[in-house]
């Protein structure tokens, strides 16, 4: 049955049904299933007792104080969006990076590393990136797979650096499957997994793909220097919009996101700010660029207000959906199934690890980090938790992971955000092309991941 239940959620899903409307659903049915059978004396294993925590579980989500992070960074993501930071950073490192061999490509890894850590949304990031970079670097020579394979990789950083939304949810889920896990093997002073503990955990290897991105790029415009020539500075000031010396605009475009960057993290790094605090010092911070960079009015506010508050609405009822499926899921014993399959899978954690790795590979086609943080995490967590994992590993595993899937043909979610709008003139086999090596530099770091678990684990630990 718990088996069945997963399956019929995802050929519901697969017929195009609102995730958390399919979640809530299809959980219902097969919970008034289970009640219906028991009641005509067929016996199924149902434990109805479960359902009686769904109360408390809805009051627990909305007053969960890790989870009032969300809407304050997706707020701050919006509002730095909406008022064009974006362009006058991009702007600033065209002018200074321009004039060398895959100049502009090293500006947009740059400048997606500084949006990835100012927004965390990927969308919003590969869009932006497109609109804005892509035709100076067409225009300018470069090889159309390069240009769009560093737009949609650099885009996917969101889902890494933090402060990434997707890893404040991963956080909360963790921390939860984290405390099942110690309760389940008699631990009864459980030790605690944060949020802030996966910023810290995630700095390293996000901070190495950049790194990577850009060798990858300076190689390419080494060997090849046909995909990546240097453009003419004169051209490109004339072609911005810039006149006089490039500093002015470098302090202008680069100072307001490093500072709010530093606002954010340092406060969480220092110890001075919950995660959830931080995400209103970077709300206010970026409400505050907007003023000095005289881009804030009333229409602008109103679409950013309603645009956060559709997709906070978005999360949580998910999260409600999925917090449904995941108690009908145990009702009919599905945990301890994922326990046992898990101990039969040869291997024994490497083995365990590798197929939910796998899974979570492929499900990333299908799904977005929302449901499938809110959906398997919570199932297979406990169950390799409980098998020694490291949780700050396990969850920049999965953030890496998930961060793979995104980019990868031809279901890529990122890949779709830039087909969108790409020119016509740039065929999709180009966009897949242009992917595939940027691919092979993050599977490497999940391997020097899972080589190296230090690479998360370390700086948590020392801090």
């Not at 740059?110 to 990835?116: I, K, P, R, W």
Request: net charge neutral.
């Amino acid at each position: 049955m718990p088996l069945f239940l997963f399956l019929t959620i995802c050929a519901v899903l697969m017929l195009g049904y609102p995730v958390a409307l399919a979640l809530a659903g299809t959980a219902l049915a097969f919970a008034g299933l289970g009640h219906l059978l028991l009641s005509m004396g067929v016996p199924v294993p149902f434990e109805a007792r479960y359902m009686s925590a769904m109360p408390n579980r809805l009051y627990g989500i909305m007053t969960n104080q890790t989870l009032l992070a969300v809407p304050l960074f997706v707020l701050m993501g919006v509002l730095l969006e909406k008022s064009r930071v974006a362009e006058t950073l991009l702007d600033a490192m065209a002018l200074a990076f321009g004039a060398l061999r895959g100049g502009l490509g090293i500006s947009v890894v740059l400048v997606g590393m500084l949006l990835a850590a100012s927004t965390g949304i990927v969308g919003a990031t590969v869009v932006t990136m497109g609109l804005l970079s892509l035709p100076t670097m067409l225009k300018r020579g470069y090889s159309p797979a390069l240009a769009t394979g560093s737009i949609c990789a650099t885009g996917t950083l969101g889902q890494i650096i933090p402060p990434s939304i997707a890893l404040v949810l991963l956080g909360d889920v963790l921390s939860n499957a984290y405390q099942q896990a110690q309760l389940a093997m008699g631990v009864w002073s459980p030790k605690t997994v944060s949020v802030g503990d996966l910023f810290v955990g995630a700095l390293i290897p996000g901070l190495l793909l950049v790194v990577a991105y850009i060798v990858y790029l300076l190689v390419i415009a080494w060997l090849k220097p046909e995909s990546a020539p240097p453009a003419d500075r004169e051209a490109l000031k004339a072609e911005l919009g810039h006149t006089g010396s490039i500093l002015p605009l470098l302090i202008k475009g680069l100072v307001p996101p490093v500072l709010l960057i530093v606002a954010v993290l340092g406060s969480i790094l220092g110890g001075f700010a919950t995660p959830t605090e931080a995400s209103a010092v970077g709300a206010m911070g970026a409400f505050l660029l907007a003023l000095v960079n005289r881009r804030l009015s009333l229409p602008m506010l109103n679409e950013v207000v309603r645009t956060t508050a559709q997709v906070t609405s978005m999360v949580f009822l998910i999260l409600i959906g999925a917090t449904l499926f995941s108690l009908v899921f145990r009702a009919y014993g599905g945990e301890e199934l994922v326990k046992v399959m898990f101990e039969a899978l040869p291997g024994g954690v490497v083995g365990a690890t590798l197929v939910v790795m796998l899974v979570i590979f492929l499900l990333g086609f299908i799904l977005d980090f929302i449901e499938i943080t809110f959906v398997v995490v919570p199932i297979v967590g406990p169950v390799l938790l409980m098998m020694g994992i490291d949780p700050i590993w396990l969850g920049i595993m999965i953030a890496v992971n998930l961060q793979t899937s995104f980019l990868t043909p031809p279901f890529g979610f990122a890949l779709f955000y830039l087909r969108g709008v790409t020119p016509p003139s740039v065929p999709t086999s180009a966009i897949y092309r242009g992917v595939v090596p940027f691919i092979a530099l993050q599977l490497a770091m999940l391997l020097a991941l899972a080589a190296f678990p230090g690479l998360a684990t370390w700086l948590p630990s020392l801090l």
